[in-house]
């Protein structure tokens, strides 16, 4: 089973399309296709640069894919939820036990607070969840009324992450347009984030850096 078949099954279209819609009833900003689509894409390229075989890019993949599923159930403990929902998910499309495992608890690790790099897949979504930061993921479009999360996301409005495998490092190259949000907001929001995004760094043997407008933060 490949991620290209993940993405074509219609019941993991659904319990992604309505975990989103919670999360739009709460007023949280984008978590649908192209949130995950994009840290499917970014994990399965963290792994693939530094070396890891192709079934461990496609798991990882599949693990950015469904990493948010959770959401269908509540916003809270949503990667614990995601990941028995994950479980279930795979069990009945035949995925090998040892497959399984290293999905699901890359899943129910994924979010801060409770989330460890527990292995080489965790430590991939990890990074490419937490550095998803751009305009497009703010829904609201009256600016007058954004709050913190809003201002952050919609003041960044270029945002690349780097991995060189020479210097060993993983960076989050951020430019953020100061009218709408300063640097020290962007710390308010993704501090516990960014210490996340340098654990799972550490666990692929890297170090993680950020740069905003040009400024070693990290």
């Known amino acids: 089973m490949t991620y290209e078949e993940i993405k074509k099954n219609e019941a993991i279209k659904t319990y992604i399309t309505q975990a989103d819609n919670s999360l739009i009833s709460l007023g949280y900003t984008e978590h649908s296709f192209a949130h995950v689509a994009k840290v499917s894409e970014t994990a399965g390229e963290i792994l693939k640069i530094l070396g890891y075989d192709e079934r461990m890019v496609e798991l990882a993949k599949i693990a950015g894919y469904l ?3 959770g959401n269908l159930v509540n916003r809270i403990e949503h990667s614990q939820s995601g990941a028995v929902m994950a479980f279930r998910i795979l069990d009945n499309l035949k995925f090998p036990a040892e497959e399984i495992a290293l999905i699901t608890t890359a899943i129910g690790n994924h979010d801060e607070g409770t ?4 292995n ?7 990074l490419a969840d937490k550095t998803d930061v751009r305009r497009s993921r703010v829904r609201n479009s009256d600016i007058s009324s954004f709050d913190i999360h809003d201002r952050v ?6 945002s690349e992450l780097d991995i060189d495998t020479e210097l060993k490092t993983i960076t989050l190259n951020l430019s953020i347009d100061n009218h709408f949000s ?3 907001d962007y710390f308010e929001i993704f501090l516990n984030r960014m210490i996340m995004c340098r654990k799972a760094a550490e666990k692929l043997n890297m170090q993680f850096k950020l740069v905003i407008n040009d400024q070693q933060l990290i």
């Open 153 to 158: 996301n919609y003041s960044v409005f270029k």
């Open 115 to 118: 989330g460890v790099a527990v």
């Open 120 to 126: 080489e897949i965790a430590a991939a979504l990890i």
């Open 182 to 184: 300063s640097v020290m």
């Open 67 to 69: 990493h948010d599923i």
